[in-house]
Each structure stands twice: as structure tokens, then as C-alpha cells.
């Protein structure tokens, strides 16, 4: 009798319960497998910078509020709040004012994020009699408070005009939910024989694109109505070169090849139906620079400052490039880390372990293949409350 798992229906309330990058400390987690997230977080902090220059100082007797959407669980967040508050107090120490503001950073993700791995990993707050200089200097501590705010970023988050600088990399492209005509049976959209959108047909395109749209759309009033006078945002995605939306670039061959046909391995060994595969979508969409600006110009709350792709380089960390198993095993760690929970909960964790194994043995036969053409590419997004 073929093996199976729990088929489960996603609404997008339940996405919205459910979605998270993978938890704790193991070999799959995003702790794990979070550095390239870091590395090209890294290569833009210039850009940054940039955006936190036309931020606008507040007298401080106000607090200096900073938050990260969609922060994840590892410390790639802490570092970039670092960042971010160090520059903003060299900011204040260079400005007319004889003080600086005590400082607030919010750490926001759905609610099924793992926010005890990321509090287990914020050192220590400062002591806040000691110097600028001191400040300054400090590694092992914390010059700001802490707390941690579940939801999705989609819809209102924070109180109105209670945030000077929003973060986010890597998030928005994960859209609220799958469009639901994607799994209609019925539909022209109904994307059949496939898991992501990757070469689907236009009308399934569409549908992803108009959600991805939709979303950016709740986003950006939601932060509108957050932010303070003055603030700034700082916002990194997913993008795609391409010009042809069925080309999803480095996503694209993150989920729509090797995992992909991982999909099709369960259902021709009768591990799992062609209904249980074609009845789950990563939720994903890389957008075009157009498809970005189209919905900040149609908001009209934010000047864009900057917008720009930008090339992040390879998802893939690995210390041997010549290992191909290493190779193999870290583009299955990688795509596990951040779509594991959504597989788990489709098909149960025993085949969601058939399956990357698959995933790892599919990509270590085209190893060097991968670690030449798998690329990320960002939009990224310099916006100041207009």
C-alpha cells in the first residue's frame, strides 16, 4: 500500500499560522543555513547607510523606534539592528542635540516564527550609565530595548506614527497566500503538474503577480499610517532580470527544478497523488523592478529614494566546492530551511524526508552546474515617507 501523508488545505489564515522559515538549531534550520542571507545582507549595508541618512532625527526625549519585518529567528536580525541603531547614534553625535534618544527595536514575523532561538540569542542590554564612546564600542551588548511583535506584516503591526526606521530583506517576496484560483481545478489558473510557478502559464503568472501586487499594496499602507514624520525604510526582495515573469531566476531554480522534480518522484513511486503534489505552491513571487514600482507610484505615500536589482549572489555556502554531496546536501538544507514547515505539513514529516532526500540527491548530479548559475538578485528599495 503506497505510503502517504496528511494532505492539508491551506487557507490563508492557516499560511499565515503555519508559515515560518525552519525553527531551532539543526542541520535544516534557518539558523543553519542562513548565511548567504547574511552575506548579502553584508554587500549592501552602503545602501543602508544610505537609506539611514534620510531618516530624520527626533528630539530625544523621544524614543528612536526600529523595526525588523520579518526578522526570522537567527542573527542576521541582531546584526542589522546593530547596524542601524550605531549609525543612527553616530547620527545624533554629530547633530546639534546634546543627546541621543533611548532606542527601541521591534522584531516582527508571523507568529509561528521561532522568536525563543532569537531572544536566546540577544546579548545582554547595556549599561545605560556609560559613555558615547562606550556605547559606541560595545560587541557584547545592547544599547537598545527588545521586544518582539507577532503578526503579518501585510496589516497594521504598530500604532500610528510609532516607527522612525522599518527593515526588511529577504521577506516580501512570500506572498499572504497562494491565489486561490492557482488551485482551482476549474480555472485557467490551476497550476497543474507543478508546485511553484516557474515556467507556468501566463494566466497562472498572473494570478501570482496580482497577489504579490495586492500584498505590497496592504503593506505599504499599513506602514504608512506606523511610520513617524521623517522616517525611512530600507526593503530587500527577491527579483528576477527577466523581463518574462515564467522566468523566476535564482527562485526559480531553488524550487521550481531540482524540488520540482522531487515532487514528481513521490508521485510516480505512488508515495503521494498527482492531486497532493498539485495542491501545494510555494507561496513565492519574484518581482520585476516595474512590478515594484507600479505599486509604491500608485501608494504615493513614499519618495523613492533609491530602486535598483542588485546581485546577491549564490543561496549556496559551502566550505568544499568541489564536494558535490556538500553541494547536494546544502541546496536541500537551503530550500528545507525555508519551505520545510509548509512541506511537513502537507505531506507529513516522514515522506517531507523522502522528499529532500531526493532534492539532495537530484542536486548532488548537477553540483557544478548549480554553484554556476544559481544566483539571487534583489530588488532593493530605498522609501521615505513622503
Not at 6 to 32: F, H, I
Not at 206 to 229: C, T, V
Not at 336 to 354: M, N, P, Q, T, W
Request: net charge negative; proline share 4%; hydrophobic share 40%.
Amino acid at each position: 500500500m503506497a505510503l502517504s501523508g496528511e494532505n492539508v488545505a491551506v487557507s490563508p489564515m492557516k499560511l499565515e499560522r503555519m508559515l515560518s522559515m525552519k525553527g531551532g538549531q539543526g542541520d535544516d534550520s534557518y539558523v543553519k543555513n542562513s548565511q548567504a542571507q547574511a552575506q548579502h545582507a553584508r554587500s549592501m549595508l552602503h545602501l543602508l547607510e544610505e537609506t539611514l541618512d534620510h531618516a530624520q532625527l527626533t528630539p530625544p526625549s523621544d524614543t528612536f523606534a526600529v523595526a525588523d519585518l520579518g526578522c526570522s529567528c537567527g542573527s542576521n536580525t541582531l546584526h542589522i539592528i546593530d547596524v542601524i541603531i550605531k549609525h543612527m547614534m553616530k547620527q545624533y553625535e554629530n547633530s546639534t542635540y546634546d543627546s541621543t534618544p533611548e532606542f527601541s527595536a521591534y522584531f516582527s514575523d508571523l507568529p509561528s516564527n521561532d522568536f525563543n532561538t532569537l531572544f536566546q540569542l540577544l546579548p545582554p542590554i547595556a549599561d545605560s550609565g556609560g559613555s558615547m564612546e562606550e556605547c559606541l564600542a560595545s560587541d557584547n551588548h545592547r544599547e537598545y530595548f527588545a521586544a518582539g511583535v507577532p503578526g503579518s506584516f501585510y496589516r497594521r503591526l504598530f500604532p500610528s506614527n510609532s516607527i522612525n526606521v522599518f527593515y526588511s530583506a529577504f521577506s516580501l517576496h512570500w506572498l499572504s497566500q497562494v491565489p486561490d484560483i492557482v488551485l482551482d481545478k476549474k480555472s485557467s489558473a490551476y497550476n497543474k503538474g507543478k508546485i511553484f510557478i516557474h515556467g507556468a502559464k501566463e494566466s497562472t503568472i498572473n494570478a501570482y503577480r496580482k497577489q504579490f501586487q495586492n500584498d505590497l499594496a496592504g503593506f505599504l499602507r499599513s506602514r504608512a499610517i506606523e511610520m513617524k514624520k521623517g522616517g525611512s525604510m530600507f526593503l530587500v526582495c527577491l527579483g528576477r532580470t527577466s523581463k518574462d515573469p515564467t522566468d523566476q531566476g535564482g527562485a526559480g531554480l531553488l524550487f521550481g527544478t531540482h524540488f520540482q522534480d522531487a515532487w514528481n518522484d513521490l508521485v510516480q513511486e505512488g508515495l503521494i497523488s498527482s492531486d497532493q503534489r498539485d495542491s501545494f505552491n510555494i507561496p513565492v513571487y519574484a518581482p520585476s523592478i516595474e512590478d515594484f514600482k507600479e505599486v509604491v507610484d500608485a501608494n504615493g505615500s513614499f519618495t523613492i529614494n533609491k530602486l535598483e536589482l542588485f546581485k546577491g549572489g549564490s543561496p549556496l555556502v559551502v566550505n568544499h566546492p568541489e564536494n558535490e554531496l556538500e553541494i547536494g546536501q546544502a541546496l536541500a538544507n537551503s530550500c528545507r530551511s525555508v519551505s520545510g514547515v509548509l512541506v511537513d505539513a502537507h505531506i507529513g514529516e516522514f515522506l517531507s524526508e523522502e522528499l529532500f532526500f531526493r532534492v539532495s540527491s537530484r542536486a548532488t548530479s548537477q553540483a557544478k552546474e548549480l554553484l554556476e548559475k544559481l544566483q539571487f538578485f534583489h530588488i532593493v528599495a530605498s522609501l521615505s515617507l513622503a
